[in-house]
C-alpha cells in the first residue's frame, strides 16, 4: 500500500473552499485514491474516491493531475461542522477488501 | 449507505478483567472485517483482519492472545480484549467494505482502570 503524507493541521474560516493536498509518489497504476473524514469519538466516514482526473460528489471535489503523483480534496464554503481530521489513503479499491492503512491525517480547524 | 453498528460505544472496566466489544453489519454481509485501534490525537491503527468462519489474521505486534477476534456469522464479529490493563484503554473501532468503501462502526471508548 502506498505512503501517503498530508499537512498535519489546517485552518480555514466558515464560507471559505479548503483544499487538501497529499502526496502519494510510489501510487501504483491500479491504486485508487480514497478519502476519508473523522470526527472526535467517531469512526472515520467515506468523503470520496477517484483513480484519475476529477471527480465531484455531493460533499467535495478531488482532483488528481495526471501523473498521480498527488491529489487534493477540495471542500467548498467549510461551516464549523467541517472540522475534523481528513485522512487520504491509497490502495487497490477494485480488489480492496476493506483492509485500509491510515496515515496521520490532516486536522482541519475551521473559524467562525 | 450502509450501516456498521458496534456495541457498547463506551465501556469502563477493572484491570485484570476481560471486555467484549461487538461489531455487526446490519444491512449487509461481511466476510471481512477489520479491527482499528485509536489513542488519543493519533491515527487509526490496522491491529487485525476477522475473517468469516475461520482464523484472524493479526497485524506484527498485536497479540493474539490478548485481542480475541470471533468472525461466527456473515454480519458479526468481536473482539475480546482478555486481562485488560490500563495500557489497554483505547478507542477501538472496526471496519466492514461494501465497495467502493469502507463502512466504519462509531466505535468503543475503552476504559481499564
Known amino acids: 500500500l502506498a505512503k501517503t503524507t498530508q499537512p498535519i493541521s489546517m485552518d480555514s474560516y466558515e464560507g471559505q473552499e479548503v483544499n487538501i493536498t497529499c502526496s502519494h509518489n510510489n501510487i501504483a497504476t491500479n491504486d485508487y485514491i480514497t478519502w476519508y473524514q473523522q470526527f472526535p469519538s467517531q469512526g472515520p466516514r467515506f468523503i470520496i474516491q477517484g483513480y484519475k482526473t476529477k471527480v465531484t460528489n455531493e460533499v467535495a471535489s478531488l482532483f488528481i493531475p495526471a501523473d498521480r503523483k498527488s491529489s487534493t480534496l477540495s471542500l467548498p464554503r467549510v461551516s464549523l461542522s467541517d472540522t475534523a481530521v481528513y485522512y487520504c489513503l491509497v490502495g487497490r479499491s477494485s480488489s480492496n477488501t476493506g483492509k485500509l492503512i491510515f496515515g496521520q491525517g490532516t486536522t482541519l480547524q475551521v473559524k467562525p | 449507505g450502509a450501516v456498521v453498528s458496534q456495541h457498547p460505544s463506551r465501556v469502563i472496566c477493572k484491570s485484570g478483567t476481560s471486555v467484549k466489544i461487538e461489531c455487526r453489519s446490519l444491512?449487509?454481509?461481511?466476510?471481512?472485517m477489520f479491527w482499528y485501534r485509536q489513542f488519543p490525537k493519533q491515527s487509526l491503527m490496522l491491529m487485525a483482519t476477522s475473517n468469516e468462519g475461520s482464523k484472524a489474521t493479526y497485524e506484527q505486534g498485536v497479540e493474539k492472545d490478548k485481542f480475541l477476534i470471533n468472525h461466527a456469522s456473515l454480519t458479526l464479529s468481536t473482539l475480546t480484549v482478555t486481562s485488560a490493563h490500563p495500557e489497554d484503554s483505547s478507542f477501538y473501532i472496526c471496519?466492514?467494505?461494501?465497495?467502493?468503501?469502507?463502512?466504519f462502526g462509531q466505535g468503543t471508548r475503552l476504559t481499564v482502570v
Open positions: 444491512d449487509f454481509q461481511a466476510t471481512t
Open positions: 471496519s466492514a467494505s461494501k465497495q467502493p468503501e469502507a463502512f
